[in-house]
């Protein structure tokens, strides 16, 4: 074995024998970060728990561990030369012209002068293609008609500390004219739905680098709460003791807030889903108006006399505000006495006629004394005779 390899031999030794010691006694370990970024592209990472960059190349040492932060057998330092790809200078780490290789676990130990110990901890994955969902920082989705779509935070940042410049891009394509942190949409429509990537333009030592990240924007149709209206007919309602009926409580709340509109029944200020009185409810916007209506329909299987004394509650509950109805029962008035009365009147009738056809002459014999014949039917018999 060489000199040199001997001496990186015991380095190695030492740097791991020192780690594994300050990490076991002395080190506390903040929460680990995670970032998911796009070939070709910087990267800028300073942890949360830094206020700011300040911090000389003695008290920090940036590891890359491929596996996990315990396995030492992996471990790799970082190197402070600013002409590597990845290096790391005053605490924060730096990834210039990123590649797949790239990607794993990094941490740093940072020894302040009290003597006391933190360790970072952040996770790189990097991926090939930039429409990979991978890349997103979330969605934003909202009825709002004016948009605002804000650059991602680590973007941001490294725009704010590297003094760099702002673009957008939709769908991939350059959007002319946008170069602040926050993109804004007026009256927004379907047609601006899609992918928003803010890139971060930024110099060092010289060269340009690009760093960036995308949203995806989905466009709400506009909701318009109001007061529900109750649109059943509430009052009495005819119904027969002994068969089903069902009571229909219709609910408006607005233009398309289906969410936000319900409709429900109470039985005597009780909900009832028992003893033959069952609930079902549905909420739908009618046509291209998005008019949102729900509609709670109560069974009653068979209507009992406790029925026609109860009162029937129809609930509408918007937004901002809920409103009730009552529907009471009636008994409906029989038909079977007007029924039998029109049955007598035409049996009668057709009894009378039977009578008068069957029985006509005698009734002309019974009859005639009461209905003396007339001078002129007299003249005609004088003249026959």
Known sequence: MDVSRLLFFVFMVITRAECSETDKSQCMDSDKESFNLLEGEAFYFLPLDLPDNNFTDEEFKWYKNT????????????STNDSEPVHYHGGALFFLNLLTENSGFYTARHIKPSGQCHRYHVRIYVVKTKN?????????????????????KPVMEICEIMKGEFTWYKDFVFLEGDNKADLRINNATK??????????????????????????LIVKEQSIHRDPEILSALGEQYADEGFGIKLNCSVLCGTNVKPHCKASWNFSGIPKQTDGHNQTTEVAMMGPSKNTISTAILTIEKVSARDFQAKFECIGRGFYKSVSGIVTLKRRESIIPVVTGGL??????????????????????????????????????????
């Open 191 to 216: 047609d601006h739905e899609g992918i928003y990537t803010c890139t971060c333009t930024w110099t060092h030592n010289h060269k340009v680098y690009n760093s960036s990240g995308s949203r995806r």
């Open 132 to 152: 990979d969902s991978a890349l997103l920082y979330g969605q934003i989705n909202n009825s709002d008609w004016n948009k605002r779509v804000p650059c991602p």
């Open 344 to 385: 007598c009147v035409l049996f009668f009738c057709v009894f009378a006629a039977m009578l008068v056809k069957c029985f006509a002459i005698d009734l002309a014999l019974f009859f005639r004394p009461y209905f003396p014949l007339s001078s002129h039917n007299i003249g005609k018999a004088s003249c026959w005779g």
């Open 67 to 78: 596996s996990s932060f315990t396995d030492n057998s992996s471990i790799e330092e970082i």
